[in-house]
């Protein structure tokens, strides 16, 4: 029974994101590995809080907003493949999970 890894990068950095995609996914051809994606999620704008102080108190600082990029891969099969690309080291701001599923044929 195969396996479908997906992979899941994120960063607020989206030129780094997508050097990094563009690599993989060039890797994925010279290999003939099976490869859907990569597909970009919706944008997720996040927003920090920041205290000039730490009791509750305190005047606050305007907050701090930041966006995050999200490239989803899915690689069919190619275990050892998926395994490499998962265990590379990449950029610092580039963070990547990766979810591992077997895919059972249907009969």
Request: proline share 7%.
């Amino acid at each position: 029974m195969p396996f479908v890894t997906r992979l899941t990068l994120q960063s607020g950095d989206r030129e780094s994101l997508e050097r990094v995609v563009t690599d993989i996914k060039q890797r994925a051809s010279r290999k003939g590995v099976e490869m859907r994606g990569p597909n970009p999620e919706p944008l997720q704008e996040r927003r920090v809080p920041m205290q000039k102080r730490l009791d509750d108190e305190a005047d606050a600082f305007d907050p701090w907003h930041y966006t995050v990029y999200v490239r989803t891969i899915a690689i069919v099969g190619h275990d050892e493949f998926a395994r490499s690309v998962a265990g590379d080291e990449y950029p610092n701001g580039i963070h990547l999970e990766a979810d591992v599923e077997r895919v059972q044929n249907a009969g």
